[in-house]
Antibody, heavy 117, light 111 residues
Framework: EVQLVESGGGLVKPGESLRLSCIAS????????MNWVRKAPGKGLEWVSC?????????YYADSVKGRFTISRDDARNSLYLQMDSLRVEDTAVYYC?????????WGQGTTVTVSS | DIVMTQSPLFLPVTPGEPASISCRSS???????????MDWYLQKPGQSPQLLIY???NRASGVPDRFSGSGSGTDFTLKISRVEADDVGVYYC????????FGQGTKLEIK
């Protein structure tokens, strides 16, 4: 079964850091570009970051997280990561990882990040 | 940056009736390869988003044929031929031409 499972969410204070993980199974992870998308309370979906498959030849970030978040992948571990530094209250959201096919055709269940003092 | 604008933002529909959601992009999403670089997604209550339509008009695997995507360039439409109770949720268009960006979302509700 094709599956993505996120973890690493939690409650942190503004300015602190958090690292999200997404473990893939059921497909050749290295062949696919991967994305992080978030849904803040009361708001719509927001794309966060994308990393290409095999060799991670391109990486993109939304302007709202550029310079604070870092996406990476470990194809040997079938894992996608999002290092989130200098977190802000407005980063509070459910974070999803998603496979890019074209179209984001497989999504995880999400992990919740809450940034509050 | 490419901005995606959806309308309406709220869509009450009677079961069995058709529904239509519009999405307009701030610049053309049509490339010389003939593809329109936009997708449609649905997020049902309490669930992760799911892909409905990719590259403007291609139905994703497992998506009922009641759903169809059309349009080109800057104007796109998602149509549901006959709305069912299970179709409730928030529908999003997303451009994939320059990085990625979602529209604001359209909340479909059953009357």
């Amino acid at each position: 079964e094709v599956q993505l499972v996120e973890s690493g969410g939690g409650l942190v204070k503004p300015g602190e850091s958090l690292r999200l993980s997404c473990i893939a199974s059921g497909f050749t992870f290295s062949s696919f570009a991967m994305n992080w998308v978030r849904k803040a309370p009361g708001k719509g979906l927001e794309w966060v970051s994308c990393i290409s498959g095999t060799s991670a030849s391109y990486i993109y970030y939304a302007d709202s997280v550029k310079g604070r978040f870092t996406i990476s992948r470990d194809d040997a571990r079938n894992s996608l990561y999002l290092q989130m530094d200098s977190l802000r209250v407005e980063d509070t959201a459910v974070y999803y990882c998603a496979r890019l096919m074209p179209g984001m055709d497989v999504w995880g269940q999400g992990t919740t990040v809450t940034v509050s003092s | 940056d490419i901005v995606m604008t959806q309308s309406p933002l709220f869509l009450p529909v009677t079961p069995g009736e058709p529904a239509s959601i519009s999405c307009r992009s701030s610049q053309s999403l049509l490339l010389s390869d003939g593809y329109n670089y936009m997708d449609w997604y649905l997020q049902k209550p309490g669930q992760s988003p799911q892909l409905l339509i990719y590259l403007g008009s291609n139905r994703a695997s497992g998506v009922p044929d009641r759903f169809s995507g059309s349009g080109s360039g800057t104007d796109f439409t998602l149509k549901i031929s006959r709305v069912e109770a299970d179709d409730v949720g928030v529908y999003y268009c997303m451009q994939t031409l320059q990085r990625y960006a979602f529209g604001q979302g359209t909340k479909l509700e059953i009357k």
